[in-house]
Nanobody, 115 residues
Framework: QVQLVESGGGLVQAGGSLRLSCAASGSIFSINAMGWYRQAPGKQREFVARIHSGGNTNYADSVKGRFTISRDNAKNTVYLQMNSLKPEDTAVYYC?????????WGRGTQVTVSS
């Protein structure tokens, strides 16, 4: 089995920054891709960012230029640096990974951005 654990969420003012981390553990033989999704209250889950094994990245238009996804392969960890945060970024952020074949999900970390 594989487990994903997010950390780094919290409460920040608009314009501030946070860095989220997602650490993978368990039966890890390969990591094809890892990414971040978010879900605000009463809304659908939406894609935020993704990084592939070859290093290519993808971002939602709403976060381009503000968020940066990166990884530390030695630690099986992916990060999401979030700058210039806006109130509309408020959501639970979930880590997703394609690890040794299947998809895995973390339980989420709350990010709240005040006006």
């Amino acid at each position: 089995q594989v487990q994903l654990v997010e950390s780094g969420g919290g409460l920040v003012q608009a314009g501030g920054s946070l860095r989220l981390s997602c650490a993978a553990s368990g039966s890890i033989f390969s990591i094809n891709a890892m990414g971040w999704y978010r879900q605000a209250p009463g809304k659908q889950r939406e894609f935020v960012a993704r990084i592939h094994s070859g290093g290519n990245t993808n971002y939602a238009d709403s976060v381009k230029g503000r968020f940066t996804i990166s990884r530390d392969n030695a630690k099986n960890t992916v990060y999401l640096q979030m700058n210039s945060l806006k109130p509309e970024d408020t959501a639970v952020y979930y880590c997703n990974g394609q690890i040794s074949g299947p998809d895995y999900w973390g339980r989420g970390t709350q990010v709240t951005v005040s006006s």
